[in-house]
């Protein structure tokens, strides 16, 4: 490396600072593509690394396979364990799903209504998940987990917290979209253990 920048008539801290640079561009450049690999992980946590490949392309990233599995393994994406399908239905993951009886009901007090999602917070260098259970008539959370993954323990943390704040009255419906984490088994048997009614949006639209 000495005798190259001598030969290119370079400073030593020059070529340094120049191959720091890149660096930040580069990881600049990889920000950007994990940004988009998450939006398509959290949307469809079933997704593997093929068919995240194939989403990006659709959505115009030029991008190896390589390239998506050395992200993903650095963002802890492949290490999602894969789900039993237990029930066919319409969704994508193959588990069961239940109907929507969020959008008939009229709330007028707390604990009526539960609301849980997913979300993922980018950080310099890194990216974690957020899951949260909103009261739907106060707008308030009353639980929440932060993981480095999407396992199930994320949302099934979120929900104990929320178990543990409110105290759970008759007719309590939870509402989630349909991803892997809320009709997986564990998260549907908590639920129903503690005699709340289970509802899930329709049926996600195409990311793009």
């Known amino acids: 490396m000495r005798r190259m920048v001598e030969l290119g008539g370079v400073s030593r801290a020059s070529f340094y600072r120049s191959d720091e640079e890149e660096g930040s561009r580069r990881m600049d450049r990889d920000l950007d593509l994990r940004d988009a690999i998450q939006r398509i992980a959290v949307k469809w946590p079933s997704y593997g690394r093929p068919r995240i490949t194939a989403e990006l392309k659709r959505q115009g990233w030029k991008v190896g396979p390589n390239r998506v599995r050395r992200i993903m393994r650095e963002d802890n994406l492949l290490c999602v364990r894969k789900r039993k399908f237990v029930v066919t239905t319409d969704s ?117």
């Open 92 to 208: 994508r993951h193959g588990l069961k799903v239940y109907p929507n009886l969020a959008r008939e009901m009229e709330l007028s007090g707390i604990n009526q209504l539960w609301v849980a999602d997913i979300t993922y917070i980018r950080l310099e260098t890194e990216f974690v998940y957020l899951a949260v259970v909103i009261d739907a008539f106060s707008r308030r959370v009353i639980g929440w987990a932060l993981e480095r993954t999407l396992e199930d323990e994320l949302t099934l943390g979120a929900l104990r917290m929320a178990l543990s704040k409110r105290a759970i009255q008759p007719d309590l419906v939870h509402h989630s979209d349909r991803g892997s984490q809320y009709a997986s088994t564990d998260y549907t048997d908590l639920l129903k253990e503690h005699g709340i009614t289970i509802s899930m949006s329709r049926k996600r639209k195409s990311v793009g």
